[in-house]
């Protein structure tokens, strides 16, 4: 499964929305930007890395070519693109848990929606609408989203400090280098792998293991 990058997690999911429709999912968006604290719960999420919603008009697909036929579609659709950390159960429950109100608002029209509240036949929505993510990249496969915030932490820190470094005693120094250690011991840790490992992760590492092999064989020694 590529939908999962060290510890990133990739969902895409589909949904359908009657075309006459469509026009009420695009103002709830509209008001969700104009005023953000109706996202409150969802922003205060610290395993979201992304979240996204897009509404492509039955009629706005894009085509490659002019040959290309065009679409007879029943449906808007929704589309919606999030990267997280954890389990997928795990973001699913933040969710609803999180912005309960909101999700059946953004949802409430897309055909067959049962609401995120009771959280089994929310599960099994976003199961049957979700597409697998072909192609993943994460630059930082080990970090975690606080873990982004605790080294941007520590570079504004380091930054301060460095700009302080020449000014006073040397017993002034080590008063403020011990300080700046105190403050920043939240912040400084190393990243390992969570359990949760995609099977093209291993096989990745597995090249990795054999390329190191043939190159230590094929070097000469003595």
Do not use: C
């Not at 990249?137 to 301060?160: F, G, H, M, W």
């Amino acid at each position: 499964m590529s939908n999962i990058a060290g510890k990133a997690y990739a969902m895409n999911v589909i949904t359908p929305v009657r075309w006459y429709t469509a026009w009420v999912n695009k103002l709830f968006f509209w008001v969700a930007l104009k005023r953000p604290s109706t996202l409150q719960g969802l922003i205060t999420l610290s395993l979201i890395h992304y979240a996204r919603w897009v509404i492509i008009g039955r009629k706005q697909f894009p085509h490659v070519s002019p040959e290309q036929p065009k679409e007879k579609l029943k449906y808007s659709y929704m589309l919606f693109f999030s990267n997280f950390n954890g389990s997928w159960d795990q973001y699913v429950d933040s969710f609803t848990f999180a912005i309960p109100g909101g999700l059946d608002l953004f949802w409430k029209w897309n055909v067959r929606y049962s609401k995120s509240v009771a959280l089994t036949p929310f599960h099994r929505y976003i199961q049957y609408n979700q597409l697998e993510t072909i192609h993943y990249y994460s630059a930082y496969p080990l970090a975690a989203s606080n873990d982004i915030k605790s080294a941007q932490t520590v570079r504004e820190s380091l930054l301060a400090f460095n700009r302080t470094v020449d000014q006073g005693s040397d017993e002034e120094f080590e008063r403020r280098y011990k300080a700046l250690l105190r403050g920043l011991q939240h912040d400084l840790g190393e990243m390992h792998p969570t359990p949760i490992i995609s099977m093209s992760a291993t096989q990745v590492e597995k090249r990795v293991r054999w390329h190191a092999g043939q190159l230590d064989q094929e070097r000469p020694h003595g």
